[in-house]
Every structure is written in structure tokens, then in C-alpha cells.
């Protein structure tokens, strides 16, 4: 800006010059041989120039001294320097930052295991939960009762045989589904329990029984001379009963009662007789035998 200034003054300056005539340059002048001539004189010139040159100068003209331009030019130190300082606690700022985060990452990692646990808990105590309630609500079907009967036909005084039954309760407080009772009669040596099970031509409907209701399965009947025979201790009668049934809550699941009982008699089937006026006395009962016992 200084330079600028200065040009407009000197532009200025020789304007205003022009406006005065110089006077003519007086002088002799003199030219010699260059061969043995005497060198010329010296030529004079007079230059007469206005008698006041006004220039004005604009701006302003800083003035330093030595010492000051030494110390202006020395690099000033880093330290001083405030962006320093600024980048100095920007670092600063970053480890703290650095350093919080850590710990938050730490405690989330912590948080999430203990949220973890806490979620293992709970899903374990609505495991049991379930599991608990599935036990004390479920239904609960026994073979409660194995009726052997004699049998007349018409006006005959001596029983033709037995027929026997089995009847499955519901002692639960659910109702029991999808229920199959199967019974069987087998004839086979004493003391040697016969093997009962369930075959494709056992054909049984499935059907469901309430809470604190029964239901009973086929009959199956036992002809006289078997009767007599096993009285005799010649052969055992063996009858086996067992019911499926599944709960409300997890069809899935199938329980189950099986039950296996031999028959005992407590008199002579032949001694039985029936006037249709008197109860006929307890003749005959089951002893429950053999592996095929069981319940779930």
C-alpha cells in the first residue's frame, strides 16, 4: 500500500512540473580530431529546475528498529503459541474421553452379563414355574378298578364264567385327552406272569375324561372250565389293563397308567348262585403282579 502511495505522489509531482518551461541547455561544445588533436573540452551542461518541487505523501510509515526487526524475524517459541496450547488440551481431552469410554464399556460388558444372568434366572424360574404348574394341574388317570362278575344266562343256577372290566379314573383337576384304555386276558402257567402288549389289531377310540370322572374299558370274559382250572391251581389267569391319555397344556406328552393282576379266588365258581333277590358274596379278587406296573 506504501508503494502504491508513493507512485501517485511522484505521478502527481511531474504533472505539475510541466506547467513551468525549462530553459535551454547553453554551452559551446567543441570536437577535435581524433588523429594528434587535443581532446575536446569538457562539456557543460546547466540544468535549471523549478524553484519548488511539491510532493505529497500519503500513509502511514512505520519505523522499526534493529533490535525490534531482530526479535520480529526470530521464529517465536511453540509454547507461546495459544494453538499449541489448544491442541495440547485436545489431546488431553481425547485420553480422558478415551479413558470414560473404557470404563463404559466396561461396565456395559458387566451390565450385560449381569442382564444375562438375570435373563437365565428368570427363564429357569418360568421353566419351574411351568413345570410346576403342568404337575398340579395335569390330569391324573389311574386303573382304579378290576370288577370280575359272574355271568347267568336265563334260569341257570351255575355261573357259565366271569366277565371282567377296569375302570380308569381321572383324579386330576384337568380334563385328560386323546384317553385309549386296552385290556387283555391271558391264560398261562402259575407264577410265571405273562407279557402284554399293545398290538396294531388293538383297536381302541380315543376319548377324554373330565375331572373326578371315570371311564371303563372292554370286557373281556373268562369261561368256566378256565375258571375251574385256575381254582385248581392248574393254570393263572392274568388280566392287564393300560391307558394312554395326554393334558391340555402339551399335547405332546403322552402319560400313561398300566397295571397287570392276576386273579385269586375266594370260592368255588361252581358254589355261585344267583336268585335275583341276594347280592352274590365276594368270589374272586386281583393280585397285582409283574413288571408291567406303572405310571407317568
Same mark, same amino acid.
Given at each position: 500500500?506504501?508503494?502504491?502511495?508513493?507512485?501517485?505522489?511522484?505521478?502527481?509531482?511531474?504533472?505539475?512540473?510541466?506547467?513551468?518551461?525549462?530553459?535551454?541547455?547553453?554551452?559551446?561544445?567543441?570536437?577535435?580530431?581524433?588523429?594528434?588533436?587535443?581532446?575536446?573540452?569538457?562539456?557543460?551542461?546547466?540544468?535549471?529546475?523549478?524553484?519548488?518541487?511539491?510532493? %505529497?505523501? *500519503?500513509?502511514?510509515?512505520?519505523?522499526?528498529? !534493529?533490535?525490534?526487526?531482530?526479535? +520480529?524475524?526470530? $521464529? @517465536?517459541? =511453540?509454547?507461546?503459541?495459544?494453538?499449541?496450547?489448544?491442541?495440547?488440551?485436545?489431546?488431553?481431552?481425547?485420553?480422558?474421553?478415551?479413558?470414560?469410554?473404557?470404563?463404559?464399556?466396561?461396565?456395559?460388558?458387566?451390565?450385560?452379563?449381569?442382564?444375562?444372568?438375570?435373563?437365565?434366572?428368570?427363564?429357569?424360574?418360568?421353566?419351574?414355574?411351568?413345570?410346576?404348574?403342568?404337575?398340579?394341574?395335569?390330569?391324573?388317570?389311574?386303573?382304579?378298578?378290576?370288577?370280575?362278575?359272574?355271568?347267568?344266562?336265563?334260569?341257570?343256577?351255575?355261573?357259565?364264567?366271569?366277565?371282567?372290566?377296569?375302570?380308569?379314573? %381321572?383324579? *386330576?383337576?384337568?380334563?385328560?385327552?386323546?384317553? !385309549?384304555?386296552?385290556?387283555?386276558? +391271558?391264560?398261562? $402257567? @402259575?407264577? =410265571?406272569?405273562?407279557?402284554?402288549?399293545?398290538?396294531?389289531?388293538?383297536?381302541?377310540?380315543?376319548?377324554?375324561?373330565?375331572?373326578?370322572?371315570?371311564?371303563?374299558?372292554?370286557?373281556?370274559?373268562?369261561?368256566?372250565?378256565?375258571?375251574?382250572?385256575?381254582?385248581?391251581?392248574?393254570?393263572?389267569?392274568?388280566?392287564?389293563?393300560?391307558?394312554?391319555?395326554?393334558?391340555?397344556?402339551?399335547?405332546?406328552?403322552?402319560?400313561?397308567?398300566?397295571?397287570?393282576?392276576?386273579?385269586?379266588?375266594?370260592?368255588?365258581?361252581?358254589?355261585?348262585?344267583?336268585?335275583?333277590?341276594?347280592?352274590?358274596?365276594?368270589?374272586?379278587?386281583?393280585?397285582?403282579?409283574?413288571?408291567?406296573?406303572?405310571?407317568?
Amino acid at each position: 500500500m506504501r508503494w502504491v502511495l508513493l507512485a501517485l505522489a511522484l505521478i502527481v509531482g511531474a504533472v505539475q512540473s510541466q506547467d513551468k518551461p525549462i530553459p535551454p541547455v547553453t554551452g559551446q561544445a567543441k570536437a577535435g580530431d581524433k588523429k594528434n588533436k587535443p581532446p575536446a573540452p569538457k562539456q557543460e551542461v546547466t540544468v535549471n529546475l523549478p524553484s519548488s518541487l511539491n510532493v %505529497n505523501f *500519503g500513509g502511514k510509515l512505520d519505523v522499526v528498529s !534493529q533490535n525490534q526487526q531482530a526479535r +520480529a524475524n526470530e $521464529e @517465536p517459541s =511453540k509454547w507461546l503459541d495459544p494453538v499449541t496450547w489448544f491442541t495440547l488440551a485436545l489431546v488431553i481431552a481425547n485420553i480422558f474421553l478415551w479413558l470414560a469410554t473404557k470404563d463404559i464399556a466396561g461396565e456395559a460388558k458387566a451390565a450385560s452379563s449381569i442382564a444375562k444372568t438375570a435373563a437365565d434366572a428368570a427363564k429357569k424360574s418360568a421353566d419351574v414355574a411351568e413345570q410346576v404348574m403342568r404337575n398340579t394341574q395335569r390330569p391324573f388317570v389311574f386303573i382304579s378298578t378290576i370288577s370280575p362278575s359272574a355271568n347267568f344266562q336265563g334260569d341257570e343256577e351255575v355261573t357259565r364264567g366271569f366277565t371282567v372290566s377296569a375302570k380308569a379314573e %381321572n383324579t *386330576g383337576p384337568t380334563p385328560a385327552i386323546s384317553c !385309549q384304555l386296552w385290556t387283555k386276558i +391271558a391264560i398261562g $402257567e @402259575p407264577e =410265571k406272569v405273562m407279557w402284554f402288549a399293545v398290538s396294531a389289531e388293538d383297536e381302541c377310540p380315543a376319548t377324554t375324561i373330565g375331572p373326578s370322572r371315570s371311564s371303563s374299558g372292554a370286557m373281556r370274559f373268562i369261561p368256566l372250565d378256565y375258571l375251574m382250572r385256575a381254582f385248581r391251581k392248574e393254570t393263572a389267569i392274568y388280566f392287564w389293563a393300560r391307558i394312554n391319555y395326554a393334558d391340555m397344556f402339551n399335547t405332546g406328552i403322552t402319560y400313561h397308567t398300566e397295571l397287570c393282576a392276576e386273579l385269586e379266588f375266594l370260592v368255588d365258581p361252581t358254589t355261585l348262585r344267583w336268585d335275583r333277590k341276594t347280592r352274590l358274596p365276594d368270589f374272586a379278587t386281583f393280585k397285582v403282579v409283574g413288571p408291567q406296573n406303572s405310571a407317568s
